[in-house]
Nanobody, 125 residues
Framework: EEHLVESGGGRVRPGGSLKLSCAAS????????IGWFRQAPGKEREGVSF????????VYADSVLGRFTMFTNEFKDTVFLQMNNLKPEDTAVYYC??????????????????WGKGIQVTVSS
C-alpha cells in the first residue's frame, strides 16, 4: 500500500526550530508534486510549501516565506520541512501530500492522491 508517514513534530518555544519528515512508503517521489499543509483548530487546511521533484523548485506561503525550507533527500523517498523562527501561529497539525507533478497545483490539495495522517506541531512558551 502506498502512503506517506510524517515524523518530527513536537512542542517548541517561539523562535525555536523543528524539522518535519515525510517518508514515502511503497513508492518514491520521482516526477511528483509534494506539499506540506497545516490545519489549526477551527481553521481550514492551508498549503504551506510545495516542491516539484523534476526541477526541485519550491513555492511557499507568504506566512512562512524565509522561515521554512522544503527539500528532499537524494533518493527522493523522503521530503523534509525545516521550520525556523517558529511562531505561536504556526501551531497546527501538519500533513504532507503528493501527486503527479503535471497535475498538482502549488499550495493546493488538487490532484494530491497520497496523504499522511498528520503530525502535531505546537509553538508555545
Amino acid at each position: 500500500e502506498e502512503h506517506l508517514v510524517e515524523s518530527g513534530g513536537g512542542r517548541v518555544r517561539p523562535g525555536g526550530s523543528l524539522k518535519l519528515s515525510c517518508a514515502a512508503s511503497g513508492f518514491n517521489f520521482h516526477d511528483s508534486g509534494i506539499g506540506w499543509f497545516r490545519q489549526a483548530p477551527g481553521k481550514e487546511r492551508e498549503g504551506v510549501s510545495f516542491l516539484r521533484t523534476t526541477d526541485m523548485s519550491n513555492v511557499y506561503a507568504d506566512s512562512v516565506l524565509g522561515r521554512f525550507t522544503m527539500f528532499t533527500n537524494e533518493f527522493k523517498d523522503t521530503v523534509f520541512l525545516q521550520m525556523n523562527n517558529l511562531k505561536p501561529e504556526d501551531t497546527a497539525v501538519y500533513y504532507c501530500g503528493a501527486g503527479p507533478e503535471r497535475a498538482t497545483v502549488p499550495l493546493t490539495s488538487y490532484a494530491m492522491d497520497r496523504w499522511g495522517k498528520g503530525i502535531q506541531v505546537t509553538v508555545s512558551s
